[in-house]
C-alpha cells in the first residue's frame, strides 16, 4: 500500500479521530491496523507522507504556532 492508497483512510481517521492529528507516523501504522483500515502493517514512511498530505487538507486543525 503506497501513501496515495493511505491518504483516503488518513483522512478519515482525521476527520473522525481528530485525536490523532499529534500522533507519529508509527503510531498511527497501529491505528490503521486495529481499525481495519489495513490489512497489514503498513509502511511507516508512506504513512508519513499520507499524513502530511492529509495534514495540508486540514489548516484548522494545524497547532498555533
Known amino acids: 500500500m503506497n501513501a496515495w492508497e493511505l ?10 479521530h481528530p485525536e490523532f492529528w499529534h500522533n507519529e507516523a508509527w503510531e498511527l501504522q497501529h491505528v490503521l491496523f486495529s481499525l481495519g483500515y489495513t490489512d497489514d502493517l503498513a509502511d511507516e514512511g508512506e504513512i508519513a507522507a499520507a499524513m502530511e498530505v492529509a495534514r495540508g487538507d486540514y489548516p484548522q486543525w494545524r497547532p498555533a504556532a
Open 7 to 16: 491518504l483516503p483512510h488518513v483522512r478519515d481517521i482525521y476527520s473522525r
